[in-house]
């Protein structure tokens, strides 16, 4: 059964600070992995997505890694700012037959002014 | 272009209701995500459509759980006799085959 872990539960950084949130998952048969925000009483946004033939993706100060065989994907994010504050979750799909997302615990970010 | 949509965004229902969720995908994505995000658990898969093919029922907790998708668009997610620990937030997604998956805004519900 594929398990998704996100360390750390809680983040609170200063504003201007690069950080990197990380994720790990238990069954390296992925099809692909997807890192999102979730800000309080929303949904999610994507940020990125990774395809697991891929090592990484950027997205403006975002950079998402993917290490399949062990398991672990990272999100930087670069020059943190206080708008960046927000639950982010990892999440990865196995693909075949069933295309259902498991999601990891997140990571809640505080960005401080 | 529009997002998905979800209706309603709050619903507060007395223990042995039944209630129904409704969800608007992004016009043209064939495949329909329905989870669940409660205290404690996390963010649950529950239903995942995709196009005419049987959906894929293995998230829902129980037989009091069901969900349909009509003419490959609109989906309702319908609980009978709700319980106190089916209060979460109900999300639905919706992707354009295998891509990103696109999520609403949610709905809130509360059983008292």
């Known amino acids: 059964k594929q398990e998704v872990t996100q360390i750390p539960a809680a983040l609170s950084v200063p504003e201007g600070e690069n950080l990197v949130l990380n994720c790990s998952f238990t069954?390296?048969?992925?099809?692909?992995l997807q890192w999102f925000r979730q800000d309080p009483g929303k949904g999610l946004t994507s940020l990125l997505l990774i395809q697991s033939s891929q090592r990484e993706q950027t997205s403006g100060r975002l950079n998402a890694s993917l290490d399949k065989s062990s398991g672990r994907s990272t999100l930087y994010i670069a020059a943190s700012q206080p708008g960046d504050s927000a639950t982010y979750l990892c999440?990865?799909?196995?693909?075949?037959?069933?295309?259902?997302?498991?999601f990891g615990t997140g990571t809640l970010l505080a960005v401080q002014p | 272009g529009a997002g998905v949509s979800q209706s309603p965004s709050n619903k507060v229902t007395e223990k042995g209701k039944d209630v129904e969720l409704r969800c608007d995908p992004i016009s043209g994505h064939t495949a329909l995500y329905w989870y669940r995000q409660s205290l404690g658990q996390g963010l649950e898969f529950l239903i995942y459509?995709?196009?005419?093919?049987?959906?894929?029922k293995s998230g829902l907790p129980s037989d009091r759980f069901s969900a349909e998708r009509t003419g490959g668009s609109v989906s309702t997610l319908t609980i009978q006799r709700t319980q106190q620990e089916d209060s979460a937030v109900y999300l639905c997604?919706?992707?354009?085959?295998?891509?990103?998956?696109?999520f609403g805004p949610g709905t809130r519900l509360l059983v008292l």
């Open positions: 997604a919706s992707s354009s085959q295998p891509e990103t998956q696109y």
């Open positions: 069954d390296s048969a992925i099809y692909n």
């Open positions: 459509f995709q196009g005419n093919s049987a959906p894929d």
């Open positions: 999440a990865v799909k196995r693909g075949g037959a069933t295309n259902k997302l498991i």
